[in-house]
Nanobody, 130 residues
Framework: QVQLVESGGALVQPGGSLRLSCAVSTHTLDLYAIGWFRQAPGKERDAVSCISTSDGTTYYKDSVKDRFTISADTAKNTVHLLMNSLKPGDTAVYYC???????????????????????WGQGTQVTVSS
């Protein structure tokens, strides 16, 4: 099992940017897919983006495509989510989760099934408001 710790959440104005980080307690990050999910108040948790660190495959939900960028720093065992042009609708608790590297490849990539991610962090709050 691995442990995941998110950081970087904050209050930001609409149009602003934030970079979330997910530190993963492993020396073999390339064995994993790391996904970012978010849960807005009163809503179910929703998928945002994932990366298969072994080959760099990425996926983004349509709602964040062209605004968010996911990347992996394998030397530091950390995955980042750079969020630009933030909107009030992006307000949520953001969670990172780890699964087998195949969880963000092939037929599984676009589904981003929570069941394929078996280790979760505690979440970090992102609030977009003026």
């Amino acid at each position: 099992q691995v442990q995941l710790v998110e950081s970087g959440g904050a209050l930001v104005q609409p149009g602003g940017s934030l970079r979330l980080s997910c530190a993963v307690s492993t020396h073999t990050l390339d064995l994993y897919a790391i996904g970012w999910f978010r849960q807005a108040p009163g809503k179910e948790r929703d998928a945002v983006s994932c990366i298969s660190t072994s080959d760099g495959t990425t996926y983004y939900k349509d709602s964040v495509k062209d605004r968010f960028t996911i990347s992996a720093d394998t030397a530091k065992n950390t995955v980042h989510l750079l969020m630009n042009s933030l909107k009030p609708g992006d307000t949520a608790v953001y969670y990172c989760a780890a699964g087998h590297y195949s969880a963000c490849r092939g037929k599984y990539k676009a589904k981003m099934l929570e069941s394929l991610y078996d280790q979760w962090g505690q979440g970090t709050q992102v609030t977009v408001s003026s």
